[in-house]
């Protein structure tokens, strides 16, 4: 075939005219059988790669991971060869580097302030030591309405904290519509959801954001029972006996906490009669009957953001049955 090429060639065949006489000597030489086995094969290397690489814990960013998840054969081959390293030793079980004793700064910084100041974490306000495998994938989840200025003394004292203990974490801010009641209990549903869809957390603190903490002993963890972290502004006595689970808790003198001072929201008046009832009800009502809309999913330095919004009708008549939200999305 290249001496034919050739000898046109040297009889003044143009670049248009060599190219078509390629394409009908492939013609000749492969049939549509041939291709199909080469496409069937194609595929089946790609799903295998798939197998391979697109299970991987993420290496970069949230937004980097997400479209790696959905991107071709190609990408997903050669992320996982470029960011491959060499394995991390477990972090020490007790942190080496906490202080103890911290006075919480309730210093007022601007957004570009504390995003320079935590260059080191990933968008969504996701970390994980650099220098050891975290044993512990924590993600905290932080129910919120209007409350800005809490919110960045909160992220000024947590993340140090949180990074001093070699937690890997992420911290995820859920908001509601304004149209719709505030609800603290829906919102850490929506959190453990949400920040499940993102990364394979190991377990859940649910965390107010006008909280400090004053001792970094006071590890943000994943232990075998529940854990109570804010023992010392603990206002109520309660036990959660309905599940025969055992609370644990830190000495007072380590699960310290400030309270940020804010003006008083408006009392549910029926919340007694729920809390009563919640014996009664916690086993087909919460997660498993949750229902609400996404309205924003952002991916900021210092937290993911994401706002919802629900039914006010369906909760109050308690017709809020399934969880129901595009889960291809995000």
């Known amino acids: 075939m290249t001496t034919s090429l050739l000898e046109h060639g040297l009889n003044g065949l143009n670049a248009k005219q060599i190219l078509r006489l390629l394409f009908r000597k492939f013609r000749d030489l492969c049939n549509l059988r041939c291709i199909s086995i080469i496409g069937l094969a194609f595929l089946i290397v790609q799903f295998l790669l798939l197998i391979l690489y697109g299970h991987t814990r993420c290496e970069g960013e949230i937004c980097v991971t997400e479209s790696r998840n959905t991107s071709s054969f190609y990408s997903i081959f050669f992320w996982n060869w470029r960011k491959k390293g060499p394995l991390l030793p477990l972090c020490p079980t007790i942190p080496p580097g906490l202080?103890?004793?911290?006075?919480?700064?309730?210093?007022?910084?601007?957004?570009?302030?504390?995003?320079?100041?935590?260059?080191?974490?990933?968008y969504g306000g996701r970390y994980k030591p650099p220098n050891c495998t975290s044993r512990?994938?924590?993600?905290?989840?932080?129910?919120?309405?209007?409350?800005e200025i809490h919110l960045k003394i909160f992220l000024n004292n947590l993340h140090p904290i949180l990074q001093r203990q070699q937690i890997e974490y992420g911290i995820y801010v859920v908001d509601l519509d304004l149209k719709v009641q505030f609800n603290r209990a829906l919102l850490l549903n929506v959190g453990v959801l949400?920040?499940?869809?993102?990364?394979?957390?190991?377990?859940?603190?649910?965390?107010?954001?006008?909280l400090l903490p004053e001792n970094?002993?006071?590890?943000?963890?994943?232990?075998?029972?529940?854990?109570?972290?804010?023992?010392?502004?603990?206002?109520?006595?309660?036990?959660?006996?309905?599940?025969?689970?055992?609370?644990?808790?830190?000495?007072?003198?380590?699960?310290?906490?400030i309270m940020?001072?804010?003006?008083?929201?408006?009392?549910?008046?029926?919340?007694?009669?729920?809390?009563?009832?919640?014996?009664?009800?916690?086993?087909?009502?919460?997660?498993?009957?949750?229902?609400?809309?996404?309205?924003?999913?952002?991916?900021r330095r210092l937290l993911t953001y994401i706002m919802v919004t629900v039914n006010q009708t369906e909760i109050a008549s308690g017709r809020g049955i399934r969880y129901d939200i595009d889960t291809s999305q995000g």
């Open 194 to 210: 949400e920040s499940l869809r993102l990364h394979d957390y190991q377990c859940f603190i649910f965390h107010d954001v006008d």
């Open 260 to 299: 940020l001072p804010h003006a008083k929201q408006e009392e549910n008046l029926a919340r007694f009669d729920i809390l009563k009832s919640g014996k009664v009800t916690f086993m087909r009502d919460g997660i498993n009957t949750l229902k609400y809309d996404r309205l924003i999913l952002d991916f």
């Open 216 to 257: 970094d002993n006071n590890l943000y963890t994943c232990p075998d029972n529940p854990r109570h972290m804010s023992v010392a502004v603990n206002r109520l006595k309660y036990k959660i006996n309905a599940m025969n689970l055992t609370i644990t808790r830190y000495h007072p003198g380590i699960a310290r906490y």
């Open 136 to 147: 512990h994938r924590v993600a905290i989840i932080v129910p919120f309405r209007d409350r």
């Open 99 to 122: 202080y103890g004793y911290i006075k919480p700064s309730t210093e007022v910084l601007t957004w570009a302030e504390l995003e320079s100041k935590f260059l080191n974490l990933h």
